[in-house]
């Protein structure tokens, strides 16, 4: 019989969280949704894009991955090792005046997250454009991989990125 890995499971329950509130509660709109199997390398991505349905300026991405080790060590049931998924938040929105823009979602993202490890905010720009406007990534990454064992916590991380965007959209306006 077949037994589902713990990307597998963490996928599944993101999805049910995220889909809740996309089609019965109606607070998000998904907008993509990437499942991968990478067969050069034999890793799995997944992603679920979504915006605020009363903020789309902003949007939210929940990105999981498990690398060829890591699912083999899972699947090979290998001593000493814990099943486990890398997890990355990202967060798209456009700004105007970076320098002021920028330090305020830094602060917004440590007053929420508070993070370890600090977040990422990588500015581009469409050359030859006739308005100059940046796009800013701005990307959480985490010190430890996530097991199944976090399963409890995917309600408050949706919790976070839906008060996150909230803030980011406010910083649009």
């Known amino acids: ?3 589902p890995t713990v990307f597998e499971n963490l996928k599944v329950a993101f999805e049910n969280r995220l889909y809740d509130l996309d089609t019965l509660d109606r607070k998000i709109d998904i ?3 990437i499942d991968r199997l990478d067969m050069a390398v034999m890793s799995r991505e997944f992603a679920l894009q979504f915006k605020l349905t009363e903020r789309p300026e902003v949007s939210a991405e929940i990105q999981l991955t498990a690398s060829l080790k890591e699912l083999a060590a899972e699947i090979l049931e290998l001593k000493g090792e814990t099943p486990a998924c890398a997890l990355r938040l990202r967060f798209h929105m456009q700004v105007r005046n970076i320098d002021e823009q920028c330090r305020e979602v830094e602060q917004i993202m440590k007053r929420i997250w508070e993070p370890e490890l600090a977040p990422t905010q990588t500015i581009s720009y469409l050359f030859g454009a006739d308005e100059l406007i940046f796009s800013n990534v701005i990307e959480l990454n985490f010190n430890r991989k996530i097991s199944e064992e976090q399963m409890d916590d995917i309600p408050d991380l949706v919790k976070h990125m839906l ?11």
């Open 1 to 3: 019989m077949f037994d």
């Open 31 to 33: 907008t993509n949704r």
């Open 163 to 173: 008060q996150t965007l909230k803030k980011l959209g406010e910083l649009t306006t």
